[in-house]
């Protein structure tokens, strides 16, 4: 992958209930808003059959002008059983989740985009700045 067209992200395990610190998830956030601006899309189960209930999700988590933002430009994804059914698979994406189905990784390996899964670890402290530091090398001009 050589550039990222759209970003999917997950909330839980990814920006709630994880031990990286809030601010460093925050800081992910608002890089992705400040460089990706309308290509971000919720890919979660607080955002599916197309009722989007992410915002809600992370009121209380994140600041509240944070997720005031994000509720205007994140994009609502529609999926039923597999959040691949939510993905643009003709786009250089990265996801970020904490977990993949192995059908969601049978899709994913059929379509030869794999790479654009990227799997958050909700227990290692350093991983919003590891997805911070992923997103930055694409942006090396």
Same mark, same amino acid.
């Given at each position: 992958?050589?550039?990222?067209?759209? &970003? *999917?992200?997950? &909330?839980?395990?990814?920006?709630?209930?994880?031990?990286?610190?809030?601010?460093?998830?925050?800081?992910?956030?608002?890089?992705?808003?400040?460089?990706?601006?309308?290509?971000? *899309?919720?890919?979660?189960?607080?955002?599916?059959?197309? &009722?989007?209930?992410?915002?809600?999700?992370?009121?209380?988590?994140?600041?509240?002008?944070?997720?005031?933002?994000?509720?205007?430009?994140?994009?609502?994804?529609?999926?039923?059983?597999?959040?691949?059914?939510?993905?643009?698979?003709?786009?250089?994406?990265?996801?970020?989740?904490?977990?993949?189905?192995?059908?969601?990784?049978?899709?994913?390996?059929?379509? *030869?985009?794999?790479?654009?899964?990227?799997?958050?670890?909700?227990?290692?402290?350093?991983?919003?700045?590891?997805?911070?530091?992923?997103?930055?090398?694409?942006?090396?001009?």
């Amino acid at each position: 992958m050589q550039k990222v067209d759209k &970003i *999917y992200f997950d &909330i839980d395990g990814v920006l709630r209930g994880t031990m990286s610190p809030k601010e460093d998830v925050v800081a992910l956030l608002r890089y992705c808003l400040d460089n990706y601006g309308d290509s971000l *899309y919720w890919l979660t189960t607080h955002c599916k059959h197309g &009722i989007n209930h992410a915002p809600e999700a992370l009121r209380g988590e994140l600041p509240d002008e944070l997720v005031d933002e994000l509720k205007v430009r994140v994009h609502p994804t529609d999926w039923e059983n597999l959040k691949t059914e939510g993905i643009d698979l003709d786009s250089d994406f990265v996801w970020f989740d904490d977990t993949m189905f192995e059908s969601e990784k049978q899709v994913l390996s059929a379509n *030869y985009v794999l790479d654009g899964f990227f799997q958050m670890n909700p227990r290692d402290p350093e991983m919003a700045k590891k997805a911070l530091l992923f997103l930055k090398q694409f942006n090396q001009d």
